[in-house]
Structure formats: structure tokens, C-alpha cells
């Protein structure tokens, strides 16, 4: 029997090249996301992981290379078409607005959308992952736990009911069982609403087992690629990204230093 075929890229990075003034942060990334799949990029402090989630959500402007999504050619655009197009992320060290309740920083997420009427059955959807965030709902959002507020960043961002999430490190800063329950809702959130996934993540055991697809990425380059699964197995990632050992497929360690909230 042959394999079945995978589905078609929503997303496709050909080459693209991005810089802070004269810091290069990615070096010719490439790198496809087919529609509904939940494609992972893994790698170090600095390796550029961020910076591919801003290239793609329009925040910094690629220097090099194409983007894109649905078939069209999304770099350069601004981050607001880019969210309308279908494309939200839930940002690196969640971000929410600490002083607006946390009902209204769902609201927030919704604010390209006029079909109020699906709105509000998105916001009982996301409570319905996150009970915690109806508990909460008239509180001001700065007053949840990291983890809650992680929660509400994650659910923030699916309020623009997109096609494609792109989770910037959603283990940041929390428990492994508090990791695994988001894990777990990401999922779900992919196997039942069908929304695309792109998670960046230095938790690679937890990314690895949560994805379809793997992308390792070193000072800015993708040095492999391939089925999480496969990857999980393979002997360098077992080493480096799953163990101990001190030297990646290319060069030094880079991401011993454990990460602290801005
Ligand atoms: N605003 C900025 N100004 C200048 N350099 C930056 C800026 N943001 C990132 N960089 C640099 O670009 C490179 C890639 O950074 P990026 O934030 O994409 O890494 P990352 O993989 O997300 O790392 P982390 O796991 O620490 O979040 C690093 O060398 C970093 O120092
Ligand atoms: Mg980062």
C-alpha cells in the first residue's frame, strides 16, 4: 500500500532571511506546514525561533525569501491583514493585558471579526478548555498565575478564529503537569476545530510526542527536518535535544541557560 498523501502546505517559508540592524537571526529558512498538521520547530536560546513567528505574522519584515499562506505571498503585509488572512499567535511570554478583565482580553483577540453571534460561542468554546478563564472572566487578567495567563494568551489568539496558531513556547515557565494539560488542549484543538498548528519550543520531548512534523533549527538554519516521530528516534536529537550531551548537530550547546520572565 502507498503512504497516503500529505495534505497540501498552508503555510511555506522558501528561503527567508531576517535581521535585528546587523544581527542576522535566520539564514535562509525553508520550511512547510500542511494544513492540519501541527508542525513543530525546535531549537536553543537565540537559534531564531521567534523571529520565524514574527517573519510569518508580519511584526518584522523579512529581508529575504517568500511567505506563503493559502497560496499568497504574505511578507511585507501588515500584522493586521496577516490576522485577518487567518494567521494568530499567541506571543512568547504570553502578553496579555494585565489591567483589562480577562473576559475582554478574550474580546480583544476578536476585534478583526464582526460575527458576533459566532464570537460569543468562541469565547464559551475557549472557557470550555480553559474553565478557569470563566471562573475568572471579570478579574483583571494581570491578577491570573503565569500558567492561567498562558492559558488566556493561547485562547486569546484561537478568538481570531484562525486557520493557522502559531504558539511561541507555550511551556515557558510552567509546571511539566501545567505543560502537558496545554499540551494536551492544543491537540485537541487541532484534531477537533482542525486549526493548523506552528509551535517553537525548547521542550522537544513534549513537542515532538504533541506534532506530525519536526524542523530543528540551529543559529538560524533548519539542519533537519522530518516526521516528529522519527526524529524523536533519531540518535543526535536523542543526544542533544531529548538528553545531555553538549554539542548540537552543529557546533556548541547553546540553551543551558534556563529562561526567566522579562
Ligand atoms: N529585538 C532584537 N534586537 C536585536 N537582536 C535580536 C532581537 N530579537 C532577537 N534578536 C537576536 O536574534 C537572534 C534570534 O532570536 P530569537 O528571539 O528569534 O531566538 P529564539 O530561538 O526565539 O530564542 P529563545 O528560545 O531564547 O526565545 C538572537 O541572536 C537574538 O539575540
Ligand atoms: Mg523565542
Avoid: H
Avoid at 494567521?87 to 476578536?110: D, H, K, T, W, Y
Avoid at 488566556?152 to 484561537?158: E, F
Avoid at 533519531?234 to 550547546?253: A, I, M, P, T
Amino acid at each position: 500500500m502507498s503512504e497516503p498523501m500529505p495534505n497540501e502546505p498552508i503555510l511555506t517559508l522558501a528561503n527567508v532571511e531576517a535581521a535585528y540592524g546587523a544581527v542576522k537571526a535566520i539564514r535562509g529558512v525553508s520550511l512547510k506546514v500542511p494544513k492540519g498538521a501541527i508542525v513543530t520547530v525546535l531549537g536553543a536560546n537565540g537559534a531564531g525561533k521567534t523571529t520565524i513567528l514574527k517573519t510569518i505574522s508580519g511584526i518584522l519584515d523579512p529581508q529575504k525569501g517568500s511567505i506563503a499562506f493559502k497560496g499568497e505571498a504574505i511578507e511585507r503585509r501588515d500584522p493586521a491583514d496577516i490576522v485577518r488572512r487567518g494567521i494568530s499567535q499567541a506571543p512568547e511570554g504570553r502578553e496579555v493585558f494585565p489591567l483589562l478583565s480577562v473576559r475582554n482580553n478574550l474580546m480583544m483577540g476578536a476585534y478583526t471579526r464582526s460575527d458576533r453571534d459566532q464570537v460569543a460561542r468562541d469565547i464559551e468554546l475557549v472557557e470550555s478548555y480553559f474553565p478557569i478563564l470563566k471562573e475568572r472572566a471579570d478579574q483583571d487578567a494581570g491578577l491570573l498565575s503565569g500558567g492561567q495567563q498562558q492559558m488566556l494568551s493561547i485562547s486569546r489568539a484561537l478568538m481570531a478564529n484562525p486557520d493557522l496558531l502559531l504558539l511561541d513556547e507555550p511551556s515557558l515557565g510552567l509546571s511539566p503537569k501545567l505543560t502537558q494539560e496545554i499540551f494536551a488542549i492544543v491537540k485537541r484543538i487541532n484534531r477537533e476545530r482542525g486549526v493548523t498548528i506552528l509551535l517553537v519550543e525548547q521542550n522537544a520531548a513534549l513537542a515532538l510526542a504533541t506534532a506530525d512534523i519536526g524542523y530543528i533549527l540551529e543559529l538560524g538554519r533548519i539542519v533537519m527536518e522530518g516526521p516528529a516521530a522519527e526524529l524523536a528516534e533519531k540518535d543526535d536529537v536523542k543526544e542533544f535535544y531529548l538528553g545531555q550531551k553538549d554539542v548540537g548537530v552543529r557546533g556548541q550547546r547553546r540553551w543551558k541557560k534556563k529562561k526567566m520572565w522579562r
